[in-house]
């Protein structure tokens, strides 16, 4: 009798365990091309609203650029952990959701004790508001995401942003920097007091700037191919600068007399 008890119950015990299978990924999981090309969706959609919530002024303060920032970047998490990778994509796909998650909840933090006023950069210098830590796990995972794309000879753009230290590259002599690719070209230049350099949007889809870390000189939002910004370095000195929209995107204008 228990035994046909047992095998009335086995049929029921493998739809179970189908149906587990199913909700943990199974026969849903995507296929590596199909995850990576959402990936890389979320990617560019995330680089639109950037510019269009995040930066819908050209100088955001905490209060105008932190909040649309935190509700993005949870938003970015939720897309992302609805997403089934494969097998061997799952343990990057979760480290994703789990910095992103880490960072909104940081910036959010952060914005809550921050000078509603101050430039929107400031939670992301000051390092005990843990901002910037939480960014480099976020760009790390992404990194670590985009390699094995590469590795399955995947064309891809995950949101990796790996970027030499300009200081590190020898300075062109020149005024002229396009702006493309996610990255300053040349990223390093040499010039000469009064000189006036000219910062150039190139082919990106997405929008760009050139903005001292400093707030000596700022291009204001590039978004079109051909849009041009240009500031005239008066002293001698070295002047790095970065994209306020990819702030992984970094620059470098040396002055000699």
Known sequence: MRQTRLLLLFPLLLALVAALLAACGGDDALSAEEYFQKMDEIDKETDRRVVEEVFASEDPTVGEGADPFVRLARDVADQADELKPPDDVKDAHEEIVASVRDFADKLD??????????????????????????????????????????????????????QEDPATLPAEETTDVLIQDFAFDPPHIQVTAGDTVTWTQGADEEAHTATADDGTFDTDILTDEGDTGEFTFEEAGEFSYFCQIHPEMLGLVTVVE
Do not use: H, M, Y
């Open 109 to 162: 933090a952060a914005a809550k004790d921050a000078d509603q006023e101050a430039p929107l950069s400031e939670p992301f210098e000051n390092s005990d508001t843990g901002v910037a830590a939480a960014e480099a796990r976020l760009n790390a995972a992404f990194c670590a995401l985009q390699d094995l794309a590469d590795a399955k000879n995947i064309d891809a753009d995950v949101g990796c942003d790996e």
